[in-house]
């Protein structure tokens, strides 16, 4: 069982004694305010935020976050309010606390718009303050350690929410170790028999290849060695999820992802990263177009190592990457890192760029769901890198086009975009970019985008921007069109909107049950309203005949009350008294 104590000795390999201290106040403040609380599990609910706290200070965090870590559930389950948080503590420590909480405390109507919802205010979250998805990926992840002791069925809806949200967003930011040891949860979650049979079939093949796997480890060592580098090389094992993907996606056979060795070799410093490829190659023949320099052009997420595969003479190939000890760090703790070696309390460009991405798109987006139907595109980035003409690189995910590319240089670029010239050709902008290619967007003022666009636009930013941009342009055609048709038949019947008094207009609009001039604009232009039917209550409605003839149940405005003025009982004449027709002298009626 780990408790304070065990959390504080953690902390002393980094923060300084008053910092422990506070956190230590801050965990009896915790325990004393959670005091009668217990998990599904039995245990004090204590242990949850402490289990949290651990997550954050393995990744050495700093002490007003792990204070945060302690304290995240009070508000939300506890008498504290975020006033008492900030005389005890600190406004900085009450922030993240607060900001925690608000990403669980509203409820929605269904399970998909409270995911969506939740995923929205999160993005906002991480924009304020990194720091508090940081918390609650640890939270979440502790969560997901201890779920056996709920329902197979919520079980199973946590676990495929973290598949879709949680993980990605952690492999977006770089946190290579939380990423994989969530999928694995989640992947004995939602597929316990799977998981069962693959992870056996796991640990007999890892028995089986030992004696291979360590020889070329050991020759690996020694060449490198003998060139003056000593480095450990270790052997990387493949997660379970990951294996699981490799099969359904690539239609591979156990066998054939198993038959892979695969290595690691972490230096001291980026020199040292080219010079150790160089002797690995010596060694054994690397394969063909298998490698890649992520150090060159580190992914969007931060990561860099250089991966190649060579061929070993045992006939199986070898996966090797290498990096050097800042590399490793980011590789594993992705944002974390950067916090506490690289900018202090600064977000790293990286993710920086990310967050305001997903804003634009969340600014733009119609609703939550949308939202997030747009942000999960970028979630799972898998990158081409192209030049602009300038010789500037650009990163971009797989799969995207050239219309892509354009809003990913900047939205009225791709709102303006008539054309484009790949690698000095003129090409659709349609067209799928491949890595290396150069990339010029041609634009037109008053060019506007396309619906066909949305067919083959790839990326979350793309689809948003232009569902945006259609969705304003056909509401300012349709008041356009409505106006033009409603003051054309207002004239035919003597009327004119700017002839009447401002009070009798808002009068006019209420009797009409809409709140602006440009919404009956949009309706008529819609056809939920008749342009001559409305000129004329609008008519009588000014002159006083017409006040109390409302519109009738069914579509606005397409059906009304209006009743001539001959039909109309006149005032001298009894409701009772025979009504006379107008017809023609001597009919039967």
Not at 104 to 117: D, I, L, M, R, Y
Not at 199 to 205: D, E, F, G, P
Not at 351 to 372: D, V
Not at 450 to 475: C, E, S
Request: glycine residues 6%; aromatic residues 8%; hydrophobic residues 40%.
């Amino acid at each position: 069982m780990f408790l304070i104590h065990d959390l504080c000795t953690l902390l002393e390999g980094y923060l300084e004694p008053d910092q422990v201290k506070e956190v230590y106040r801050a965990y009896l403040f915790g325990a004393e305010a959670h005091e009668g609380q217990y998990r599904l599990s039995g245990e004090p609910y204590i242990y949850h935020p402490l289990a949290v706290a651990r997550i954050l200070a393995e990744m050495r965090m700093d002490y007003n976050t792990i204070i945060a870590a302690l304290l995240h559930d009070v508000i939300e389950d506890t008498e504290t309010v975020r006033e008492t948080l900030v005389s005890s503590f600190s406004e900085e420590v009450a922030a993240l606390v607060d900001g925690v909480t608000k990403l669980t405390q509203v409820k929605f109507g269904s399970k998909a718009e409270a995911q969506a919802e939740n995923f929205r205010k999160m993005i906002l979250a991480m924009a304020k303050d990194i720091r508090i998805i940081l918390i609650k990926l640890a939270d979440r992840l502790h969560n997901m350690r201890t779920l056996d002791v709920m329902r197979p069925d919520k079980k199973r809806r946590i676990a495929r929410e973290t598949l879709e949200i949680y993980a990605p967003i952690a492999n977006r930011l770089g946190m290579k170790n939380i990423c994989l040891e969530l999928e694995d949860l989640c992947f004995e979650a939602i597929y316990p028999l799977r998981y069962r049979v693959l992870n056996k079939a796991v640990k007999q093949a890892r028995g089986h290849r030992k004696e291979i796997v360590d020889k070329i480890r050991i020759a690996i060592e020694e060449r490198l060695r003998s060139e003056g580098l000593d480095v450990p090389v270790i052997g990387r094992e493949k997660h379970l999820y990951s294996i699981y993907q490799k099969m359904r996606n690539k239609v591979l056979t156990f066998k054939e992802i198993a038959d892979v060795f695969a290595f690691r070799l972490i230096v001291d410093k980026v020199d040292t990263c080219y010079r150790a490829l160089g002797v690995v190659h010596n060694l054994y023949k690397p394969m063909p177009g298998r490698f890649k320099d992520y150090i060159a052009i580190p992914k969007a997420n931060g990561y860099q190592s250089l991966h190649t595969i060579l061929f070993s003479p045992y006939g199986i190939p070898i996966e090797v990457q290498i990096r050097s000890e800042d590399m490793q760090r980011v590789a594993e703790a992705g944002i974390a890192a950067h916090w506490l070696y690289k900018t202090g309390d600064a977000t790293p460009v990286h993710a920086t760029e990310w967050l305001k991405r997903l804003l634009e798109m969340q600014q733009n987006a119609g609703n939550s769901e949308e939202f997030l139907e747009n942000a999960k595109i970028d979630l799972f980035p898998d990158e081409v890198y192209v030049f602009t003409p300038e010789g500037d690189i650009m990163n971009i995910s797989r799969g995207a086009t050239a219309l892509d590319f354009a809003y990913a240089v900047h939205t009225d670029v791709g709102n303006t975009c008539v054309s484009v010239m790949i690698d000095r050709r003129l090409s659709p902008l349609r067209s799928v970019l491949l890595n290396g290619q150069t990339v010029e967007i041609i634009t037109a003022p008053g060019a506007k985008p396309n619906p066909v666009w949305l067919d083959f636009v790839t990326t979350g930013k793309a689809r948003a921007n232009i569902r945006y941009f259609l969705k304003h342009m056909q509401q300012d055609e349709a008041i356009s069109l409505g106006k033009r048709l409603l003051e054309k038949a207002m004239a035919a019947i003597s009327v004119s909107w700017d002839k009447i008094s401002a009070e009798s207009q808002h009068e006019i609009l209420n009797n009409l049950n809409v709140k602006k001039l440009d919404n009956l604009y949009e309706d008529v232009s819609l056809g939920k309203r008749v342009a001559s039917v409305v000129a004329r209550q609008i008519a009588d409605m000014q002159s006083g005949k017409n006040l109390r003839n409302r519109e009738s149940a069914g579509v606005k405005g397409m059906f009304t009350r209006y009743v001539p003025g001959w039909m109309k009982t006149s005032a001298n004449r009894s409701v009772n008294q025979p009504l006379a027709i107008r017809g023609t002298e001597g009919s039967v009626v």
